[in-house]
Structure formats: structure tokens, C-alpha cells
């Protein structure tokens, strides 16, 4: 398994799985960005935890939070979930979120260690808009 989208209410869970390679997230980025009913998400949920993402670099983190900057220009709402409990992983996730906020990115990003902490934020995220 590369990556599976579910499209929910008000947002989208992105599962990935397997050796990840920087095409792939970029794929699974590409997927939900040319999607119409991104615009409409409050929330996106990046699920790492069955995903080895030991072939990604610092560099190709850097890239991935550029491409999601300029995405976020024209995209305002869905703040981001990232889900892993591995400790090599979350330095990576911490990477992106540090280079995106340098960047201006207009999305709100967070990093879990359990997918059921991530769903909660997300419901709050998707409540507080609602509002």
C-alpha cells in the first residue's frame, strides 16, 4: 500500500503505508490538491504510523513544505494532522512544520503520536469552523 484517501465531512485522512519514497507523498499531496472538495476540508489527517519514511531527507522535506506553502495561498482552511509514533519520523514532521511556518504557510500543522489524538483535534478543527 502507497497511500489511501478518505474523503470525510469536513476534512480528509490521508493513510500511507510501506517504504515512501518523496514521489509518493508528492502523489498523495497532488491527489487531494486537484480534488474540488479539498477547498471545502477543515482539517487533513496524514497517517505515518505503518509508513517508513527513512529514504526521505531533510532537502526533501524542505521541498514538500514549499510545494504545501503555495498550495495554502490559494487554499486557506485545512490545518494538518501529521500521525507517527516513530522517533526518526517525528523528526522529520517536526522539520516540516518548523520550514512551513518559516515559510508563511497559512494551514495550522500539528504533530501526533496516535491517530485517535490527530481525529480529536481534527473534530475540534471542524467544529470551531463550523462556528
Known amino acids: 500500500m502507497a497511500f489511501m ?3 470525510e465531512e469536513n476534512g480528509v485522512t490521508v493513510s500511507l503505508g ?3 519514497d518523496i514521489n509518493e507523498i508528492n502523489r498523495a499531496g497532488a491527489a487531494l490538491y486537484s480534488d474540488p472538495r479539498f477547498r471545502q476540508c477543515k482539517y487533513q489527517l ?4 505503518e509508513a517508513d ?3 526521505l531527507s531533510l532537502e526533501d522535506i524542505d521541498g514538500m513544505a514549499a510545494k504545501d506553502v ?3 495561498i490559494t487554499i486557506h482552511n485545512p490545518s494538518i494532522a501529521l500521525v507517527t509514533n516513530n522517533p526518526i519520523h517525528t523528526v522529520l514532521i517536526e522539520h ?3 520550514v512551513s511556518e518559516q515559510l508563511g ?3 495550522g500543522a500539528k ?6 489524538e490527530a481525529e480529536e483535534w481534527c473534530k475540534e478543527i471542524g467544529e470551531a469552523i463550523e462556528q
Request: proline share 0%; net charge positive; no cysteine.
Open 5 to 7: 484517501v478518505f474523503w
Open 105 to 107: 504557510i497559512t494551514w
Open 96 to 98: 516540516y512544520i518548523k
Open 111 to 116: 504533530a501526533f503520536s496516535s491517530r485517535k
Open 18 to 20: 510501506g517504504d515512501l
Open 70 to 72: 503555495f498550495a495554502s
Open 46 to 49: 496524514f497517517d505515518f504510523l
Open 53 to 55: 519514511m527513512s529514504s
